[in-house]
């Protein structure tokens, strides 16, 4: 598992949160802690680190790999959007987010997040309730399906896709990632762009709405930044326009007195990066400030 995994932009995030030694660093999507282990390095030998997701499988894997920095280590099942809580009025002097699916999920079929992997159609990043992708796929209306798609995946074919959907539906309900993504393959007929395999818009849009992904993200990114200690830093890493366009407006409206933009565009992979690990081409790097009293 952690062969596999290679966190994205890693020197570039670094750079961003600016992590030095001492003080208290918040990972919020801490995943299987590759950011998570190099903001330890960096901080050490003092420096201490919240790292927080709602997968317990990724925390338990984190815990196992940084098991040599337990006394530095605070592991929290929950989402993101409950970090202020949790830091109960200590200020961070760094905050990051890497929003989106991990490499864990992806990499097993039995969280239901891969159209390349057949398995049980879940999605859920916390198993422990909430509907899954199946139920939404087999329940909802036609004219709520095509509107969700077309949400959350931005998929134009999001009429034809859910039109396939409940018809296929009607027949046999959807146990599985294989059938749906063959579904979604059959009602659109045609490659993504750059040989993107067609189901990929959907299943983004699915995994949104299961997770509940985008709610109150913007709120939540000002509530992050009012946490920061003078000189902090807020870091997140996006890896779709829908995510990124949210983090965007939330640090334009923020910056101005008290907050600075530290990027101005977003920092994207380089071409070592994107061969290296595919899963990065997407991906968005954007900072804020808080400006020292």
Known sequence: MEMQHQPV???ETMDLLAVSAGGLWVDGTVGLGG???EILRRSGPEGRLLGVDKDAQALAATRDRLAH???????????????PRLLAGEAPRGVLLD???????????????????????????DPRGGPTAADLVNRLPERELADLIFRYGEERGSRRVARGIVWARERAPFRTTGELAACVRRSLSRPGPRGIDPATRTFQALRIAVNDELAGLGDCLRDLAA???PGGRLVVIAFHSLEDREVK?????????GFRLVTRKPLRPGPDEEQRNPRARSARLRALEKVAA
């Open 35 to 37: 950011h998570a282990q």
């Open 99 to 125: 929003l989106g699916v991990s490499s864990l999920q992806l990499d097993d079929a039995d969280r239901g997040f891969s159209f390349k992997r057949d398995g049980p159609l879940d999605m859920r990043m």
């Open 227 to 229: 946490t920061l200690a």
């Open 249 to 257: 407006q939330a640090f334009r409206e923020l910056a101005g007195p």
């Open 69 to 83: 920095e337990a006394g530095r280590l605070r592991l929290e099942q929950a989402d993101y959007r409950d970090i």
């Open 9 to 11: 932009l890693l020197e």
